[in-house]
């Protein structure tokens, strides 16, 4: 076979196949983006379950929390002076040692006074009697009266912690419905975020395959195409009836072109015989001129040009 139509041949099967290697990349990116589709679905099924199993654990912390109570701690206090006693023993005491005393003092002048001495006499111990009755008296009521004033201020003091303890529950329950808010705020922020993260990773990712095969398969049929340019420019030269000699009528085609069998006059357009058309009897927008010899492009003809 004449180095003509080696090289077409060569041409054309390179072209073949760099076509089916662009089809097999196309395939391949549209492959690819659908396995895009079928992971971001997988991926988000899986975060769905992730945030359903996180929310659930939540909800549980959550209700713990919820359910825990604040308390008072100085709801229940005492006022420790609220029942505070006087302390007697000591007025008893110094009464009953001031009457011992007056007792023994009238036994021992009862003798030596006389009875009118006696009667002054018992008459100024009564006088002094009734003095340190009315001291007794005093002292127990300065007693009462610093009971009652620590226990006011006791009870002032009570009332104070009461509330600052009740201010104090109030703002610990604000605090937690802040933080039960805060948490789901958060707990939502966050499953968003890393589902979106997560898509837009995988997305890149596949995107980013599937571009570059798209890229190998357009790379790929345009150099098919480029080959079956070359092909067809080698198949369709040497065509013109003034390079041919040995020409011979040897059937019709289906659309009733004339089928020859020909040499070329230069071997260098081939050598042997061939089968062909001649470009002056065929549809002229199968005829290329390259300005001097006619060409045919084969491929617009129902007629194979081939070396018999």
């Known amino acids: 076979m004449s180095g003509l139509i080696i090289g077409a041949s060569i041409m054309v099967g390179g072209a073949l196949y760099m ?5 097999k990349n196309a395939d391949k990116a549209n492959d690819t983006a659908q396995l895009n589709i079928d992971e971001q679905n997988r991926i988000a099924k899986e975060n769905l379950a992730f945030q359903r199993e996180e929310a659930g654990k939540l909800e549980k912390q959550k209700e713990v929390y919820r359910g825990f109570e604040f308390s008072n701690p ?61 001291q007794a008296s005093i002292s127990i009521g300065q007693q009462e009266r610093a009971n009652q004033q620590r226990s ?11 509330r600052q303890g009740e201010a104090s529950v109030e703002e610990r329950e604000m605090s937690r419905q802040s933080t039960l808010l805060g948490m789901q705020m958060g707990q939502l922020t966050g499953a968003n975020a890393a589902l979106q993260q997560s898509q837009q990773n995988q997305m890149a990712a596949n995107a980013s395959l599937a571009n570059m095969q798209g890229q190998q398969a357009a790379g790929q049929m345009q150099a098919a195409g480029q080959l079956f340019s070359v092909a067809g420019q080698m198949a369709t030269s040497s065509s013109d009836r003034r390079l041919k000699k040995n020409i011979n009528k040897i059937g019709e085609s289906p659309s009733g072109l004339n089928i020859y069998s020909f040499e070329y006059k230069n071997p260098t357009n081939g050598s042997g015989l061939f089968q062909g058309v001649m470009s002056d009897e ?9 300005g001097e010899y006619d060409m045919v492009n084969y491929n617009m003809l129902d007629v194979e040009f081939k070396q018999i």
Not at 92 to 116: C, L, P, V, W, Y
Not at 152 to 162: F, H, V, Y
């Open 19 to 23: 076509g089916n290697k662009a089809q």
């Open 74 to 134: 100085y709801e229940n206090i005492e006022n420790a002076f609220e029942d505070a006693t006087v302390d007697q023993k000591q007025a008893e005491f110094q009464k009953e040692m001031f009457g011992q005393t007056q007792a023994n003092i009238m036994e021992g002048m009862r003798g030596a006074a006389g009875g009118s001495g006696i009667s002054a006499l018992a008459q100024t111990m009564a006088n002094q009697g009734q003095l340190a009755s009315q």
């Open 152 to 162: 006011l201020s006791e009870t002032s003091r009570i009332d104070m912690l009461q």
């Open 282 to 290: 065929i549809p002229q927008e199968a005829v290329v001129n390259n």
